[in-house]
């Protein structure tokens, strides 16, 4: 079996897994902002929701102001814009079009049947009053898309790369979503009375699908710190960037070793290098004053394994500037941090 | 046996009640002066079923196929779109008797052509011979001449065949037309069985049927027959244009079938005129490519030159004997229109045999005297571009406007050598589904599929395509046309 998965097919499985995670996180997302909100102060505000993607540029070129309407537009329907929620999908039934011949049976009759099913959802089904449940039926089933390939699809390469895929957009997402939240919360514009506060950290838990973990773990209160640290680095939450960053580790060394590809060293390193300088970063205690710096790190990161995985597995060329950049910004974040 | 009488229900409406296959053929009940009595017993327990129950079935078949993406792309001008191509729920039924003479005659029609191909790139001594004009052929945009001296392993050219088959009023078979090159089709062959099997459990139950869902396993090991010498355990790709091209589904489904990677021209590469596939750990070798990529497409170093679809460089991986395309570069010229009518002579010079399948009669335009009575009987032939596929351009005399004859007659005569004609022939019926209230006659052909290496398998059965809309004989997908499963009864049944 070895030798035999063709580098752009790889690379299909990892964007396939790609875009359903980003679908699935954007409309979690959407449905907790327009449900677990509804009533707080600022609530009306969408425009927290373009700076998440950092698209305020395309966004703004097109619309004036960032409201339901316009970003429900932007983000959900609007399939010429590529991170849009039916973009997303489209994405992503493309890819396991492309992908038919080997991914099971199971996993493209469950996508083709959800892209058909939103495809016959119209207007109505997206207006702020009904985005909930829209999107609630389309995380769902992202989610069962994500199972049914867990149950599956085989153990040959093609499931390395499509779990790399899922994992590496799942930190991305946590990343951008912690960054943006907190400078949200800690901007200090919304009302800071204790009950308020309390319902604040706990909508955005929620929106990470972490909120009874954490209430686990910390059955008392919501120290900040301690939101961003669960968040971060409690090794056991699935969306953690702690979790994702050893799974990533972990199937890249399964590529190297049980596969036997040897152009999975760099990656490996480079991944390796990632989670030393995350584990030490657990043991800073000023960390939550430079919070939005380590998101850019951790993002930045991920973008770097993207193109290594890119070179080493996808044919991409390598461009020797990225790995300039990868040592470059990897001590940088520490003298910033340590400094 | 019961009569057909004692079965009906009057309660119940019968899906046969007002059936009637007029002067044509029917594949299900043979003609009323010699009724096909093997396949009684089917039409008896079609009659038991009631109509809205029939509805139903085929409702859910069409929901399941469009489920699993069994589709072909129809492209307009703004974008592309999945359609899937219409399924019939009720069976044509082939007996055991049929099918053994379709069989022996596909067999015999595909190696007298690559026989023919043999020469044509060879020797030429069927045109020394004075069987063949030399012109038609050398002629012919599909011949290659960067295949003249090639050998392809074990002789074979053309590995995958669908030779199309039609019924005339009679109940003889009779040959419509080659398909030498890309033939495709055959994922419905195998589609249709398991759709029949999940949504007709019971109409299949008691009848012993020829099974079709080992075709890709066939088809590998047919492949890896032709592989190049030297080589125990070759690497089999399929070649296809991607995932825009219509047939890509029937892509998905063999590359599936055969376990093989499904690749396009862009995952290929040539090295020291040896074919390599651009995997995640580095170039690996190919031997054997099942390409669906027209001659044209293959190599721009050698054909178009603009193809981004193909491989530069593959030819000279084919010369040197390190790879084997299925089908050969050149088999155009065996599956020609114009070559059609040869075919026959062709059968006869190289086997010394009496064709199994007779041809249907043809007037080559390209010669006077035919095209001179093709001008004056037009409203009586089917006139047909000869190197065209998929049903266009054709023009059917009886069923033609006066302004489609005149725009038909003006073709003709600018480039008479671009058309056959051939008469009109009742193409045999078949009952099936209209709309969701009854069951009526539709034109049905057949198209089985041969494949070869040391030796010829055809898979039991075949394609049978239906032209749905009401007196229609144009069978083609882009035209209206659907499908059916096609039952070859085993011998040992009643």
């Known amino acids: ?339 | 046996m019961g009569t057909v009488t004692s079965l009906h229900n009057p309660a119940l409406d019968t899906p046969l009640e007002n059936y009637d296959a007029g002067e044509f053929y029917c594949e299900l009940l043979g003609r009323p002066d010699n009724p096909n009595t093997e396949l009684l017993a089917l039409y008896e327990r079609l009659q038991g079923i009631d109509l809205a129950d029939l509805a139903i079935r085929a409702e859910d078949a069409k929901r399941e196929l469009q489920m699993l993406g069994i589709t072909f792309t129809i492209y307009t001008e703004r974008d592309a779109v999945d359609r899937v191509l219409p399924f019939d729920i009720i069976p044509r039924v082939i007996t055991a008797q049929d099918w053994r003479k379709i069989e022996a005659g596909v067999c015999q029609r595909v190696n007298a052509l690559n026989l023919f191909i043999w020469d044509v790139y060879h020797k030429r001594q069927i045109f020394k011979d004075g069987v063949v004009p030399a012109e038609l052929v050398f002629r012919n945009s599909n011949f290659r001449p960067e295949m003249v001296d090639y050998d392809p392993p074990l002789g074979t050219y053309v590995q995958i065949a669908g030779i199309d088959i039609i019924r005339d009023a009679a109940g003889q078979f009779l040959v419509l037309e080659d398909n030498c090159r890309t033939p495709s089709g055959v994922s419905y062959v195998v589609e249709n069985r398991h759709l029949m099997q999940r949504a007709f459990p019971d109409l299949m139950v008691g009848f012993a049927i020829e099974p079709v869902s080992d075709y890709g396993v066939r088809l590998a090991s047919k492949l890896t027959e032709i592989c190049p010498s030297g080589i125990s355990d070759p690497q089999i790709v399929l070649l296809s244009p991607g995932s825009f091209n219509s047939a890509y589904f029937e892509h998905i489904f063999l590359a599936r079938e055969m376990g093989i990677p499904l690749v396009e021209g862009g995952d290929l590469f040539v090295e020291n005129d040896r074919v390599y596939m651009k995997t995640i750990a580095g170039p690996t070798p190919v031997h054997v490519i099942y390409r669906r990529l027209d001659d044209d497409f293959l190599d721009p170093e050698v054909f178009n030159e603009n193809s981004l679809l193909g491989v530069p460089g593959l030819m000279r991986a084919v010369h040197k004997g390190n790879v084997t395309l299925a089908n050969a570069v050149g088999t155009g010229i065996a599956d020609d229109k114009a070559v059609y009518d040869y075919v026959p002579r062709i059968i006869r010079y190289y086997l010394a045999e009496d064709p199994i399948l007779p041809n249907v009669k043809s007037y080559i335009c390209r010669e006077e005297e035919a095209l001179r009575y093709t001008l004056e009987n037009l409203d009586n032939l089917v006139v047909k571009p000869v190197g065209e596929s998929g049903g266009y351009g054709i023009c059917v005399g009886p069923k033609a406007s006066r302004a489609e004859l005149d725009e038909c007659r003006e073709r003709l005569k600018r480039n008479p050598a671009n058309y056959i004609a051939q008469p009109m022939i009742d193409l045999s019926v078949c009952p099936t589904l209209v709309g969701d209230d009854a069951v009526e006659a539709r034109h049905v052909d057949l198209r089985p599929f041969a494949i070869t290496g040391r030796e010829t398998w055809v898979l039991p059965g075949g394609l049978t395509r239906v032209a749905l809309p009401k007196g229609s004989i144009v069978v083609n997908s882009s035209q209206g046309g659907g499908t059916k499963d096609t039952w070859v009864l085993r011998g040992d049944a009643k």
């Open chain 1, 1 to 339: 079996m070895n030798g035999k998965l063709l580098s752009r097919h790889a690379e299909c499985a990892f964007w396939l897994a790609r875009y359903l995670e980003r679908a699935e996180s954007l409309a979690r997302i959407l449905e907790t902002h327009t449900s677990f909100r509804r009533g707080q102060a600022g609530s009306n505000s969408w425009a927290w929701i373009v700076a998440l993607y950092a698209e305020e540029t395309e966004f703004y070129k097109r619309f004036d102001e960032a409201d339901a309407a316009s970003v429900i537009r932007y983000y959900v329907t609007d399939l010429e814009n590529p991170s849009s929620l039916l973009a997303s999908v489209r994405a992503a039934r493309e890819n396991a079009r492309t992908l038919r011949a080997l991914i099971s049976t199971e996993m493209w009759t469950q996508l083709n049947d959800f892209y058909t099913r939103i495809l016959t959802f119209n207007e109505s089904d997206f207006h702020e009053t009904r985005l909930s449940r829209s999107c609630d039926i389309i995380k769902r089933n992202c989610y069962s898309e994500i199972g049914v390939a867990e149950s599956t699809l085989y153990r040959d390469e093609i499931w390395p790369f499509f779990y790399l895929g899922l994992i590496i957009e799942r930190a991305d997402q946590t990343s951008r979503l912690l960054d943006v939240e907190f400078a949200r919360q800690m901007s200090g514009a919304s009302d800071d009375r204790p009950e308020t506060q309390t319902s604040l950290w706990s909508v955005l838990l929620r929106s990470f699908s972490a909120y009874h973990a954490f209430r686990r773990v910390h059955s008392r209160g919501f120290a900040p710190h301690l939101v961003a640290r669960f968040l971060i680095f409690d090794t056991h939450l699935p969306r953690s960037i702690a979790f994702c960053g050893e799974e990533i580790q972990r199937t890249i060394a399964q590529l190297r070793g049980e596969f036997h590809l040897s152009s999975a060293q760099r990656p490996l390193d480079h991944i390796s290098t990632f989670l030393d300088a995350l584990r030490e970063e657990s043991q800073n205690a000023e960390l939550f004053t430079h919070l939005h710096d380590f998101n850019d790190w951790v993002q930045q990161a991920l973008i770097e394994l993207t193109a290594e995985l890119g070179a080493a597995f996808f044919g991409h060329a390598f461009e020797n500037q990225s790995l300039a950049a990868t040592t470059e910004t990897s001590t940088s974040l520490q003298e910033q941090l340590q400094s």
